[in-house]
């Protein structure tokens, strides 16, 4: 898979995407991620990507030339089969859409900034656009690299245990079920018997039973 990343402010995508899963996954070859800065597709003096909003009012707004620049110039390049403009007011992510996004092969991720860019792009280039919640961060790089991540360990052989990801919160409708790992027993704070069981069927239905009753308090919108 690649993703391209179009943003005013590439340094903040740097550490997010330069370790751990997101690191293996683009050194194994799986992932590539490439980063943009607008400012290089500006044709005015200083490099400047902002304007005053017609009509008035508080904030900058992302100005129509660079983008069209930058998108035009990365599709002569690249068949995106998403581009993706990151705002406060898109359909909010969740585990269904990482999992529809994870098979798409080329993506392309817009990241918003300020009081946000020319509704005419979002008009005439965006295909989909994606929240990471309903609260307003300074601008959608953080959203880039959550989105970035949620897919991207996704991708058959990032994980060193494929199934792991599918036993993941969100995966069935469900929050995961508690886990526990060594020692046994540890301030007299027991591991459940049945954990240590060996008998599957019993583990695998104490699990469900336990991701029912976690979801049931945590989150009852999902049942």
Known sequence: MRIDIITVLPELLESPLSHSIMKRAQAKGMLEVHVHPLRAYSNLKHNQ?????FGGGAGMVMMLEPIVNAIESLQAKVKYDEIIYLTPDGET???????????KGN???LCGHYKGIDQRIRDHFITREI????YVLSGGELGAAVLVDAIG???PGVLNDETSALFDSFQDNLLAPPVYTRPVEFRGWKVPDVLLSGD???IEDWRHQQALERTQA?????L
């Open 131 to 134: 929240s990471i919640g309903d």
């Open 49 to 53: 990507v902002d304007d005053y909003q």
């Open 153 to 155: 360990r996704l991708l």
């Open 200 to 202: 599957h069927k019993k």
């Open 93 to 103: 992510l969740n585990q269904q859409m990482a999992n529809q996004l994870s098979l």
């Open 218 to 222: 945590r989150r009852p919108d999902l």
């Open 107 to 109: 993506l392309l991720m």
